[in-house]
Protein backbone atom coordinates (compact mmCIF):
# COMPACT_ATOMS: atom_id res chain seq x y z
CA UNK A 1 0.00 0.00 0.00
CA UNK A 2 2.75 2.27 0.97
CA UNK A 3 4.47 1.52 -2.64
CA UNK A 4 1.39 2.19 -4.23
CA UNK A 5 0.91 5.56 -2.63
CA UNK A 6 4.89 6.60 -3.35
CA UNK A 7 4.03 5.41 -7.22
CA UNK A 8 0.96 7.62 -7.18
CA UNK A 9 2.87 10.71 -5.76
CA UNK A 10 5.55 10.47 -7.97
CA UNK A 11 3.38 10.15 -11.13
CA UNK A 12 1.48 12.83 -9.71
CA UNK A 13 4.42 15.08 -9.83
CA UNK A 14 5.70 13.89 -12.74
CA UNK A 15 2.12 15.30 -14.59
CA UNK A 16 2.51 18.55 -12.81
CA UNK A 17 5.71 19.03 -14.19
CA UNK A 18 4.52 18.39 -17.80
CA UNK A 19 1.90 20.61 -16.90
CA UNK A 20 4.34 23.81 -16.56
CA UNK A 21 6.78 22.42 -19.23
CA UNK A 22 4.02 22.47 -21.41
CA UNK A 23 2.78 26.37 -20.29
CA UNK A 24 5.72 27.61 -20.76
CA UNK A 25 6.51 26.61 -24.60
CA UNK A 26 2.95 27.66 -25.70
CA UNK A 27 3.76 30.83 -23.68
CA UNK A 28 7.12 31.48 -25.43
CA UNK A 29 5.91 31.99 -28.59
CA UNK A 30 2.78 33.09 -30.59
CA UNK A 31 0.96 29.94 -32.07
CA UNK A 32 1.09 29.96 -35.69
CA UNK A 33 -1.96 29.15 -37.50
CA UNK A 34 -3.00 28.01 -41.15
CA UNK A 35 -1.16 29.86 -43.55
CA UNK A 36 -3.66 32.02 -46.22
CA UNK A 37 -2.30 32.10 -49.61
CA UNK A 38 -0.17 35.76 -51.15
CA UNK A 39 -3.42 37.02 -52.16
CA UNK A 40 -5.17 36.54 -49.02
CA UNK A 41 -2.15 37.76 -47.00
CA UNK A 42 -2.16 41.25 -49.23
CA UNK A 43 -6.08 41.71 -48.07
CA UNK A 44 -4.88 41.61 -44.23
CA UNK A 45 -1.74 44.31 -45.09
CA UNK A 46 -4.30 46.44 -46.61
CA UNK A 47 -6.65 45.84 -43.80
CA UNK A 48 -4.21 46.17 -41.09
CA UNK A 49 -2.36 49.23 -42.57
CA UNK A 50 -4.66 50.97 -45.17
CA UNK A 51 -5.00 51.19 -49.06
CA UNK A 52 -1.97 51.65 -51.70
CA UNK A 53 -1.37 54.85 -52.90
CA UNK A 54 0.25 53.98 -56.56
CA UNK A 55 0.27 54.95 -60.19
CA UNK A 56 -3.08 53.38 -60.99
CA UNK A 57 -2.34 52.68 -65.07
CA UNK A 58 -5.66 53.56 -65.78
CA UNK A 59 -5.11 57.34 -65.16
CA UNK A 60 -1.34 57.74 -65.58
CA UNK A 61 0.48 58.45 -68.02
CA UNK A 62 -3.10 59.77 -69.84
CA UNK A 63 -6.71 59.38 -68.29
CA UNK A 64 -9.45 58.14 -70.43
CA UNK A 65 -13.26 58.46 -70.45
CA UNK A 66 -14.34 55.02 -69.51
CA UNK A 67 -10.84 54.02 -69.70
CA UNK A 68 -11.26 51.89 -66.25
CA UNK A 69 -14.39 50.44 -67.02
CA UNK A 70 -13.05 48.79 -70.24
CA UNK A 71 -9.66 47.65 -68.32
CA UNK A 72 -11.75 45.83 -65.97
CA UNK A 73 -14.06 44.13 -69.32
CA UNK A 74 -10.86 43.38 -70.51
CA UNK A 75 -9.10 41.73 -67.79
CA UNK A 76 -11.91 39.83 -65.73
CA UNK A 77 -11.53 36.97 -67.91
CA UNK A 78 -7.79 36.25 -66.78
CA UNK A 79 -8.70 37.54 -63.17
CA UNK A 80 -11.59 35.04 -63.23
CA UNK A 81 -9.02 32.56 -64.93
CA UNK A 82 -7.00 32.39 -61.75
CA UNK A 83 -9.10 30.72 -59.09
CA UNK A 84 -7.14 31.28 -55.63
CA UNK A 85 -6.65 35.12 -57.07
CA UNK A 86 -10.10 35.48 -57.83
CA UNK A 87 -11.32 33.41 -54.36
CA UNK A 88 -9.69 36.02 -52.66
CA UNK A 89 -11.53 38.86 -54.08
CA UNK A 90 -14.50 37.79 -54.27
CA UNK A 91 -14.50 36.77 -50.27
CA UNK A 92 -12.73 40.25 -49.33
CA UNK A 93 -15.08 42.07 -51.39
CA UNK A 94 -17.89 40.23 -50.48
CA UNK A 95 -19.17 39.71 -54.09
CA UNK A 96 -21.36 36.73 -55.05
CA UNK A 97 -19.54 33.63 -56.45
CA UNK A 98 -21.51 33.21 -59.63
CA UNK A 99 -22.01 36.02 -62.69
CA UNK A 100 -21.35 39.65 -61.90
CA UNK A 101 -22.52 42.73 -63.35
CA UNK A 102 -20.47 45.68 -64.68
CA UNK A 103 -19.95 47.37 -61.60
CA UNK A 104 -18.82 44.67 -59.24
CA UNK A 105 -16.40 43.45 -62.31
CA UNK A 106 -14.96 47.27 -61.99
CA UNK A 107 -14.95 46.09 -58.08
CA UNK A 108 -12.88 42.96 -59.10
CA UNK A 109 -10.30 44.91 -61.39
CA UNK A 110 -9.75 47.53 -58.72
CA UNK A 111 -9.20 44.54 -55.97
CA UNK A 112 -6.82 43.41 -58.37
CA UNK A 113 -4.54 46.82 -59.06
CA UNK A 114 -4.25 46.78 -55.78
CA UNK A 115 -3.06 43.70 -55.04
CA UNK A 116 -0.66 43.83 -57.78
CA UNK A 117 0.51 46.96 -56.31
CA UNK A 118 1.47 45.54 -52.64
CA UNK A 119 4.56 43.38 -53.08
CA UNK A 120 5.24 40.74 -50.32
CA UNK A 121 8.77 39.63 -50.10
CA UNK A 122 9.29 36.46 -48.72
CA UNK A 123 11.34 35.88 -45.45
CA UNK A 124 11.52 33.03 -42.99
CA UNK A 125 7.74 32.34 -41.87
CA UNK A 126 6.21 36.11 -42.52
CA UNK A 127 6.56 38.57 -45.68
CA UNK A 128 7.77 42.04 -45.63
CA UNK A 129 6.15 45.18 -47.13
CA UNK A 130 6.56 48.74 -47.50
CA UNK A 131 3.98 50.27 -48.89
CA UNK A 132 2.79 54.29 -49.46
CA UNK A 133 -1.10 54.76 -48.14
CA UNK A 134 -3.49 57.76 -47.40
CA UNK A 135 -3.45 58.85 -43.90
CA UNK A 136 -6.95 58.04 -42.57
CA UNK A 137 -8.93 61.01 -42.27
CA UNK A 138 -6.75 63.35 -44.21
CA UNK A 139 -7.30 63.72 -48.56
CA UNK A 140 -3.58 64.43 -48.98
CA UNK A 141 -1.45 63.04 -46.62
CA UNK A 142 0.41 60.16 -47.48
CA UNK A 143 2.41 57.99 -44.97
CA UNK A 144 5.11 55.24 -45.66
CA UNK A 145 4.16 52.03 -43.94
CA UNK A 146 6.65 48.80 -43.01
CA UNK A 147 6.24 45.70 -41.24
CA UNK A 148 5.46 41.98 -41.80
CA UNK A 149 2.71 39.77 -41.98
CA UNK A 150 2.87 35.69 -40.73
CA UNK A 151 1.63 32.90 -43.09
CA UNK A 152 -1.35 33.06 -41.01
CA UNK A 153 -1.96 36.79 -41.69
CA UNK A 154 -0.65 38.12 -38.78
CA UNK A 155 0.15 41.95 -39.71
CA UNK A 156 3.24 43.43 -37.45
CA UNK A 157 3.33 46.97 -38.36
CA UNK A 158 7.50 48.31 -38.17
CA UNK A 159 7.28 52.47 -38.89
CA UNK A 160 4.95 54.66 -40.19
CA UNK A 161 7.27 57.58 -41.64
CA UNK A 162 5.05 61.21 -43.50
CA UNK A 163 6.04 60.49 -47.12
CA UNK A 164 4.33 61.64 -50.24
CA UNK A 165 2.90 60.92 -53.58
CA UNK A 166 4.74 58.30 -55.77
CA UNK A 167 6.86 59.62 -59.29
CA UNK A 168 3.85 58.45 -62.07
CA UNK A 169 4.43 59.01 -65.35
CA UNK A 170 2.95 62.14 -67.26
CA UNK A 171 1.84 62.99 -70.86
CA UNK A 172 3.55 66.26 -72.36
CA UNK A 173 2.12 68.48 -74.76
CA UNK A 174 5.22 68.30 -77.28
CA UNK A 175 5.79 72.03 -77.28
CA UNK A 176 5.93 71.93 -73.28
CA UNK A 177 8.69 73.58 -71.40
CA UNK A 178 10.20 72.10 -68.44
CA UNK A 179 12.09 74.77 -65.86
CA UNK A 180 15.51 72.46 -64.68
CA UNK A 181 18.05 74.41 -62.27
CA UNK A 182 19.82 74.60 -65.92
CA UNK A 183 17.56 76.11 -67.68
CA UNK A 184 14.41 75.59 -69.53
CA UNK A 185 14.32 72.77 -71.82
CA UNK A 186 12.04 71.65 -74.44
CA UNK A 187 10.72 67.76 -73.54
CA UNK A 188 11.47 66.27 -77.04
CA UNK A 189 9.28 63.48 -75.89
CA UNK A 190 10.55 60.28 -74.99
CA UNK A 191 14.09 61.33 -74.03
CA UNK A 192 12.48 63.78 -70.97
CA UNK A 193 12.09 61.82 -68.24
CA UNK A 194 9.71 63.76 -66.46
CA UNK A 195 8.21 62.35 -63.36
CA UNK A 196 4.84 64.03 -61.88
CA UNK A 197 5.30 64.67 -58.03
CA UNK A 198 1.72 67.09 -57.46
CA UNK A 199 0.54 70.12 -58.09
CA UNK A 200 1.00 72.93 -56.39
CA UNK A 201 -1.04 76.15 -55.90
CA UNK A 202 -0.02 77.62 -58.48
CA UNK A 203 -1.21 74.61 -60.62
CA UNK A 204 2.17 73.98 -62.13
CA UNK A 205 3.54 70.44 -62.11
CA UNK A 206 6.67 69.74 -60.37
CA UNK A 207 9.42 66.94 -61.93
CA UNK A 208 11.77 65.44 -60.25
CA UNK A 209 14.68 67.61 -59.26
CA UNK A 210 12.63 70.43 -58.79
CA UNK A 211 11.95 70.94 -62.49
CA UNK A 212 8.24 72.32 -62.92
CA UNK A 213 6.27 72.89 -66.25
CA UNK A 214 6.11 75.97 -68.42
CA UNK A 215 2.84 77.48 -69.76
CA UNK A 216 1.85 79.85 -71.97
CA UNK A 217 3.97 82.62 -70.97
CA UNK A 218 6.59 80.60 -72.18
CA UNK A 219 5.08 79.50 -75.60
CA UNK A 220 3.84 76.04 -75.18
CA UNK A 221 0.86 74.63 -74.54
CA UNK A 222 -0.80 73.92 -71.49
CA UNK A 223 -1.96 70.32 -71.11
CA UNK A 224 -4.55 69.51 -68.39
CA UNK A 225 -3.57 68.93 -65.20
CA UNK A 226 -5.11 65.47 -64.50
CA UNK A 227 -3.16 64.19 -67.50
CA UNK A 228 -5.79 63.70 -69.56
CA UNK A 229 -6.09 65.17 -73.58
CA UNK A 230 -6.58 68.71 -73.66
CA UNK A 231 -8.70 70.65 -76.32
CA UNK A 232 -8.08 70.59 -80.12
CA UNK A 233 -5.57 73.66 -79.87
CA UNK A 234 -3.41 71.68 -77.94
CA UNK A 235 -0.01 69.96 -80.15
CA UNK A 236 0.48 66.28 -80.60
CA UNK A 237 1.30 64.64 -76.71
CA UNK A 238 4.45 62.92 -75.89
CA UNK A 239 4.34 60.30 -73.23
CA UNK A 240 7.30 60.83 -71.34
CA UNK A 241 6.88 57.09 -69.12
CA UNK A 242 5.45 54.39 -70.06
CA UNK A 243 2.46 52.70 -67.58
CA UNK A 244 3.28 50.38 -64.61
CA UNK A 245 2.81 47.02 -65.06
CA UNK A 246 -0.15 45.30 -63.17
Same mark, same amino acid.
Given at each position: ???????????? %??????????????????????????????????????? @?????????? *???????? %????????????????????????????????????????????????????????????????????????????????? *??????????????? @???????? %??????????? *??????? =??????????????????????????????????????????????? =????????
Amino acid at each position: MLGYQRMKGKLA %AAIAFLAVACGSAAGGGAVVGSPLTIDQLKFKVMDAVGI @PVFCDPDFYP *VARLGGEQ %ASADTYYPQIRANAELYAAIVAHENLPSGDIDEAQKLTVYRAFKRLRALVLPKGGDSYTFEIRIQTKGSNNAVELVDGSVR *VDGAVTIGSRTASGM @PPCPICLA %AATLIATPNGD *VRCPGHE =CQVRDAGVDSGQRRHASGGARRRGREHGGAVGTLDGSPAASRRPRAS =CVAGTPNL
